[in-house]
C-alpha cells in the first residue's frame, strides 16, 4: 500500500519561506510524476505544481511561478515544495499526490482526478 505524508507546515509572516515535504512508502514512488496542490476554506483543490518521475521537469500554476519550487530525491523518496515569498492567499492545506500512469512524460495535469494516491495534508498559514 502506497502512503504519501507531508510536513513542514506552519505559521510564518508574508514573505517568509517555508519548506514542505513529502515522504512516500511503497514501490512506486520512483516512477510516478508527483504534483502539489492547496485547498484553503470553502474552496476547491487547486493544483499548485508537478514534477516529472525523473525529477527533469516541472511545471507550475501561474500563482506560484516564480515562488515556488518543487523537487524531489528518488533515493530519499521525498519529494519537495520550496515555498518563498509567500502572500496571506497563500494559506491553505497543501497536499501532495501521485499520478496515477507510471513513466508518464508529459507531467504538466492540474486536475486531482489524475493523482490516485495522496497525503493526509500539512497546514502552511501565512499572516499578513
Known amino acids: 500500500q502506497e502512503q504519501l505524508v507531508e510536513s513542514g507546515g506552519g505559521l510564518v509572516q508574508a514573505g517568509d519561506s517555508l519548506r514542505l515535504s513529502c515522504a512516500a512508502s511503497g514501490r512506486i514512488f520512483s516512477s510516478r510524476n508527483l504534483g502539489w496542490f492547496r485547498q484553503a476554506p470553502g474552496k476547491g483543490r487547486e493544483f499548485v505544481g508537478a514534477?516529472?518521475?525523473?525529477?527533469?521537469?516541472?511545471y507550475y500554476a501561474d500563482s506560484v511561478k516564480g515562488r515556488f519550487t518543487i523537487s524531489r530525491d528518488n533515493a530519499k523518496n521525498t519529494v519537495y515544495l520550496q515555498m518563498n515569498s509567500l502572500k496571506p492567499e497563500d494559506t491553505a492545506v497543501y497536499f501532495c499526490?501521485?499520478?496515477?500512469?507510471?513513466?508518464?512524460?508529459?507531467?504538466?495535469?492540474?486536475?486531482?482526478?489524475?493523482?490516485?494516491?495522496w497525503g493526509q495534508g500539512t497546514q502552511v498559514t501565512v499572516s499578513s
Open positions: 514534477i516529472s518521475w525523473s525529477g527533469s521537469g516541472t
Open positions: 499526490a501521485a499520478y496515477r500512469v507510471p513513466y508518464r512524460h508529459n507531467y504538466n495535469y492540474p486536475a486531482p482526478s489524475e493523482y490516485d494516491y
